[in-house]
């Protein structure tokens, strides 16, 4: 990819994740402005966890997917309890033509709502 001129950055972090932090302190440092992160399982966790997440947006078609073997939306410790969930406020429905739709919200990670 770098040979096509495209910079290519790591930020490892502990336990083989993505130190997102450090990602988000060099976007700052490049003046962007947001950062839209569109990952699976582990890596989404890893994101709400670090609480660099502020606002999700959920797509959801007409099709159920599961079982045991299916991956959670969030992968990783995670919280158990309902007292210790992330919190999403400001939800907003976004219908998507003929049967699809998603979800926006903003979250709440300190209790501030």
């Known amino acids: 990819m770098e040979d096509r001129g ?13 130190d997102l932090r450090s990602l988000i302190d060099w976007l700052g440092r490049e003046r962007y402005l947001s950062l839209m ?5 582990k890596l989404n966790w890893t994101a709400l966890e670090s609480e660099c997440v502020d ?3 959920f797509f959801y078609g007409p099709k159920i997917l599961g079982g045991f073997e299916a ?13 210790d969930a992330i919190r999403v406020h ?6 998507i033509p ?9 979250l709440d990670v300190h209790g501030d709502h």
């Open 90 to 95: 400001g939800i907003t429905i976004h219908p």
């Open 98 to 106: 003929p049967d699809e739709f998603a979800v926006e919200g903003y």
């Open 55 to 57: 606002r999700v947006f």
């Open 6 to 18: 495209i910079q290519v950055l790591v930020f490892d972090g502990p336990g083989g994740r993505a």
């Open 37 to 41: 992160i569109e990952a699976g399982s």
């Open 71 to 83: 991956l959670p939306l969030a992968g990783g410790i995670g919280r158990r309890r309902r007292s």
